[in-house]
């Protein structure tokens, strides 16, 4: 009896390692990284339009929400800044002492990840500043917080005008109020008109 049955090997061939890929340009990834930045700023500005107008009952206040909007860049813009003084701090203690296996390719990563950083920073400080991008960011915020919350907005606002409690004599009197509307309307437009009742 055998215990172990021989199974068939498959070939899977040998590993080749890829090419080494050159890293994107700082110019290419400072422009992603916008894009990623502004999808983060409106998503906030988005959230808050919700919950005022839903939690908080406020009005919509677009001034408010670029102020809130510019804070967000200028946050993004200080992250980014850190993020660049943690690499340069790294790169000091590490220096290039033995314990770096390859201090050239070290230095060098290091130094474009802390040039990468940095230009992040600048490009979220500007977009803070620029009225263009952060007006459109806000609107583009409003309109999907709308499109998300206005059906549920409508919907209230339909049930409260159907629950209203009304007053029976006001409903009496509501043909009678409507009759001499439309008769004063109707005389009116008669004598512009030159028309004879």
Same mark, same amino acid.
């Given at each position: 009896?055998?215990?172990? =049955? !021989? ?5 899977? @061939? ?7 890929? &050159? ?5 290419? /990834? ?12 409106? =998503? ?15 009005? *919509? ?6 102020? &809130? ?6 946050? *993004? ?11 340069? *701090? ?6 290039? @002492? ?38 459109? /960011? ?23 005008? $159907?629950?209203?409690? !009304? ?10 109020? /409507? @009759?001499? $509307?439309? &008769? *004063?309307? =109707?005389?009116? =437009? ?8």
């Amino acid at each position: 009896m055998r215990w172990f =049955l !021989r199974r068939n090997r498959l070939d899977l @061939g040998r590993y080749v390692a890829p090419e080494p890929v &050159a890293p994107a340009p700082t110019e290419q /990834i400072v422009a992603e990284g916008s894009l990623i930045g502004d999808s983060v700023v409106r =998503l906030a500005l988005r959230n808050r339009v919700i919950v005022d107008a839903l939690r908080d009952r406020r009005d *919509l206040d677009l001034g408010a929400l670029a102020r &809130a909007a510019a804070h967000e860049f200028e946050r *993004l813009a200080d992250q980014e800044w850190e993020s660049a003084e943690r690499i340069r *701090l790294r790169r000091s203690v590490t220096g290039s @002492g033995a314990d770096v296996p390859d201090d050239v390719d070290y230095l060098r990563e290091s130094e474009r990840r802390e040039h990468v950083h940095r230009a992040m920073s600048d490009a979220f400080a500007a977009r803070a500043t620029d009225d263009v991008t952060v007006t459109a /960011i806000v609107e583009q915020a409003r309109a999907e917080a709308w499109s998300e919350i206005g059906p549920v907005l409508v919907e209230r606002a339909g049930d409260r005008a $159907l629950t209203v409690d !009304r007053d029976p004599r006001y409903e009496a009197e509501r043909a009678d109020r /409507i @009759g001499a $509307l439309l &008769a *004063l309307d =109707l005389t009116r =437009l008669a004598q512009e008109r030159g028309v004879d009742l």
